[in-house]
C-alpha cells in the first residue's frame, strides 16, 4: 500500500533520512521503533510532504505522492495523527471531529461520528467542549478521532503514547488495536516498546536515518543485541 | 456635547470595529500583517466615486466597488504578498509601500482634490437631540449587520470553523485534507470587502482624498493593539476605546488632536499590554 524505495531527506546540510526503504502492506500494522534522532517522526513528515524528499521515492497505492502537496496527499486517504496530539484547541471536541469528516456527506458523516463516539464515548459526553481544556489522554483521543473522521486508509500515529499515564496509554492502544483489527492500515511511531510490541504486526527499527531491523515481535524479542536494547532484557 | 460624544462615538465604534476587523482577521488567519488595509478603504471610495459619476445606480456602485477592491486585494495577495509570507517585516514593509503605490496611482488618475461621492440615503434624523444623517444611520446599521454575520460565518458556519482551524494549526489543518492556501485567498478578499462596505458607508460623511487610508489604518491598529491580534471580541472593546477617545477628543478639546489620542492610546498599550488588554500579562512573545 505504502513504498518507499531509497528516500533521502532532511533539513538544509543536515540529512536526516538516508536511502531508507520500507513497505507498508494493506490491512497490516507497522511499528517503528528507535532512539531519538533517528528520524522517526522525520519520515512520518515526509510522507505527508511536510518535510520535502531530496531523493528517491514515496507511492501509495502504486502512484507517487512525492511531490503532493500536504492537503493532498490527505485526500488520497493518508491520514497523520502527529506527536503533540495537535487539537485545534479553541474549538469544541465536535468541531474537531467535524474538521475531520470535511470530505464526507451529511449521511457519511453522522455515521462515522457514531463510530468514533462508541469508540470514545468520553468524546460525545464533552462534544462541546475546548479540546484545548481537556487532558491530555483525552486531546489524544480527540485527535485519534478527528484521524478517523476522515476514513483513512493509512492512518499514521507519531507517539500516541507520550506524555500519558500508563493506565492511559493502555486504553488508547486498547482502541487502537480495535480501529486495526477494523481493516485500517496503521504506520504507528513509539518509544513505548513494550506497548507497541502487544498490538503491531510488524516492527521495524530506525536508526541513523535507515531502517536496521524488520520483523515481526517474535523476531525482535529473538534477536539478543535489540531485545537487550530496546526492551532492556538481557 | 454628552449626547453627541454618545452618538458619534456608537457609529465610529461600528465603522472602526469594520476596519479592524478586516485588518485583524488576515493576521489571525494567515499572519500577515496588511498595511495596505487603508488603502483598500480608501480604493473603494474612488471606485465608489468613479463609477457613481459614470451615471451608474447605487447598487452597481457599490457591487462594483466592492468586487473591484477584492479583485486587488487578492491580486496584490498573489502577486506580492503570498512569496513573502514567511516573513512578518518583509510583509510589514511591502503592504506599507503597496499602499504608497495605490495612493501614487490615484492621486495621477483622479488628481490631489477631495471629491465627493453622493449618499446612498437623503436627509437626516435625531437621536438624544443630536442631527445625524440618514447615511450615518445607515453605516451604523449596515455595520452592525456585518459583523454580525462575520460572527455567525466564524461560529456556526463550516467554512468558519475551517477558517479558526487554519488560524489555530495550519499545518494540522493541511493534514486533514485543507487547502490552506484557498483559505488564505478567501479571508483575504472577505478581509478586502470589509474594507471596501467601510468605505462605501462613510465616503459621503468624509471628504474623499487619496490620503484617506492613513487615518482609519492608525485606528485599526491601535484597536488591535488594544484587542489583541486576531481576537473578533478584543476587536469590537478596541474599537469602542478608540471611537470614544477620538470623539471625547473632538467635541470637549479639539478636532485637530483626534489621531494623536490614538497614537498616545497605540503608545501606551505596546508599552503596558503589548498583547492587548485581555492577555494574562506581559510576555514577549
Given at each position: 500500500m505504502l513504498t518507499i524505495t531509497n528516500l533521502s531527506a532532511g533539513y538544509g546540510k543536515a540529512v536526516?533520512?538516508?536511502q531508507l526503504n520500507l513497505e507498508v502492506k494493506e490491512g497490516e500494522m507497522m511499528s517503528i521503533i528507535g532512539p531519538n534522532g533517528a528520524g522517526k517522526t522525520t519520515l512520518l513528515r515526509c510522507i505527508n510532504g511536510l518535510v520535502p524528499a531530496n531523493s528517491g521515492d514515496i507511492t501509495f497505492e502504486g502512484k507517487?505522492?512525492?511531490?503532493?502537496?500536504t492537503h493532498k496527499i490527505a485526500r488520497l486517504g493518508i491520514t497523520h495523527c502527529p506527536e503533540g496530539r495537535r487539537?485545534?484547541?479553541?474549538?469544541?471536541v465536535y468541531e474537531n471531529l467535524k474538521m475531520g469528516g470535511l470530505q464526507l456527506n451529511n449521511d457519511q458523516f453522522n455515521e462515522r461520528l457514531e463510530y468514533v463516539y462508541s469508540l470514545f464515548p468520553i468524546l460525545k459526553e464533552r462534544?462541546?467542549?475546548?479540546?484545548?481544556?481537556?487532558s491530555g489522554g483525552q486531546q489524544q483521543m480527540v485527535a485519534i478521532g478527528r484521524a478517523l473522521m476522515t476514513s483513512p486508509k493509512l492512518l499514521i500515529l507519531d507517539e500516541?503514547?507520550?506524555?500519558?499515564a500508563p493506565i492511559v496509554v493502555d486504553e488508547i492502544f486498547e482502541q487502537i488495536k480495535i480501529i486495526k483489527e477494523s481493516g485500517v492500515t496503521i504506520l504507528l511511531v513509539e518509544q513505548n516498546v513494550d506497548v507497541a510490541l502487544k498490538v503491531t504486526d510488524k516492527i521495524a527499527v530506525m536508526d541513523n536515518g535507515q531502517i536496521s531491523f524488520i520483523g515481526n515481535p517474535a523476531e525482535l524479542v529473538k534477536d539478543a543485541s535489540l531485545r537487550e536494547i530496546y526492551l532492556g532484557i538481557g | 456635547m454628552v449626547a453627541d460624544i454618545i452618538v458619534f462615538g456608537a457609529i465610529w465604534t461600528a465603522i472602526y470595529s469594520m476596519i479592524a476587523l478586516g485588518f485583524s482577521l488576515i493576521f489571525g488567519v494567515a499572519k500577515i500583517m496588511n498595511l495596505s488595509h487603508g488603502a483598500f478603504f480608501m480604493f473603494a471610495c474612488y471606485a465608489a466615486y468613479y463609477l457613481s459619476s459614470s451615471g451608474l445606480g447605487l447598487f452597481w456602485v457599490a457591487l462594483g466597488a466592492i468586487v473591484i477592491t477584492i479583485i486587488l486585494a487578492i491580486v496584490s495577495y498573489l502577486g506580492i504578498i503570498k512569496p513573502m509570507r514567511n516573513s512578518l517585516t518583509q510583509v510589514l514593509i511591502l503592504t506599507f509601500a503597496f499602499a504608497m503605490f495605490l495612493e501614487q496611482i490615484i492621486v495621477i488618475t483622479f488628481g490631489p482634490e477631495p471629491r465627493y461621492v453622493p449618499s446612498m440615503l437623503e436627509g437626516g434624523m435625531s437621536i438624544l437631540g443630536v442631527r445625524v444623517t440618514h447615511q450615518q444611520v445607515l453605516a451604523f446599521v449596515i455595520t452592525i449587520v456585518l459583523i454580525l454575520f462575520l460572527w455567525w460565518l466564524l461560529s456556526r458556519t463550516n467554512m468558519g470553523r475551517i477558517i479558526r482551524a487554519v488560524s489555530q494549526d495550519r499545518e494540522m489543518a493541511s493534514m486533514l485534507g485543507i487547502n490552506a492556501e484557498k483559505i488564505f485567498i478567501f479571508v483575504m478578499g472577505l478581509s478586502a470587502a470589509f474594507a471596501a462596505v467601510a468605505g462605501l458607508l462613510v465616503a459621503p460623511f468624509l471628504t474623499v482624498t487619496p490620503a484617506m487610508g492613513w487615518s482609519p489604518i492608525l485606528a485599526a491598529f491601535t484597536i488591535v493593539v488594544l484587542g489583541g491580534l486576531g481576537n473578533v471580541w478584543g476587536t469590537l472593546i478596541g474599537a469602542f476605546i478608540v471611537a470614544y477617545a477620538e470623539m471625547i477628543t473632538s467635541y470637549?478639546?479639539?478636532?485637530?488632536?483626534k489621531e494623536a489620542v490614538t497614537f498616545t492610546i497605540m503608545i501606551l498599550a505596546l508599552m503596558y499590554r503589548p498583547n492587548g488588554l485581555f492577555s494574562k500579562g506581559v510576555s514577549d512573545a
Open positions: 536526516v533520512i538516508n507517487s505522492i512525492k511531490k503532493l502537496p487539537p485545534f484547541p479553541e474549538m469544541s462534544k462541546s467542549q475546548y479540546a484545548g481544556t481537556m500516541p503514547s507520550i506524555g500519558l | 470637549a478639546f479639539n478636532p485637530q488632536l
